[in-house]
């Protein structure tokens, strides 16, 4: 199994930043694409962030210029919120897909999501 746990929500005013973590665990082989998706109340889940593992990077149109997804050699994942709105406001999951390795070193793929984490922009 694959495992991701979620770090850095919080309360901000608006403009200001905050830094998401996500850092997955397990018998990864490969992780091919790591994602920030968000859920605001009484809406349905969006993706907000995803690079690969070449390091191409896609936003969604309300985050362009403010939001900044990373990743580095260790399995973890970044988001870098700036310049934060109150439409903003949401339950952040992390996202991984990949393969793992299994009972036998057999490779099969999987989809892992984060527990979620809470970012509320107020005054």
């Known amino acids: 199994q694959v495992q991701l746990v979620e770090s850095g929500g919080g309360l901000v005013q608006p403009g200001g930043s905050l830094r998401l973590s996500c850092a997955a665990s397990g018998t990864i082989f490969t992780i091919n694409t790591m994602g920030w998706y968000r859920q605001a109340p009484g809406k349905q889940r969006e993706a907000v962030a995803l690079?690969?593992?070449?390091?191409?990077t896609n936003y969604a149109d309300s985050v362009k210029g403010r939001f900044t997804i990373s990743r580095d050699n260790y399995n973890t994942e970044y988001l870098q919120m700036n310049s934060l709105k109150p439409e903003d406001t949401a339950v952040y999951y992390c996202?991984?897909?990949?393969?793992?390795?299994?009972?036998?070193?057999?490779?099969?793929?999987?989809?892992?999501w984060g527990q979620g984490t809470q970012v509320t922009v107020s005054s």
């Open positions: 996202n991984a897909e990949g393969s793992m390795l299994g009972r036998g070193g057999v490779r099969s793929d999987f989809s892992s």
């Open positions: 690079i690969t593992s070449g390091g191409s």
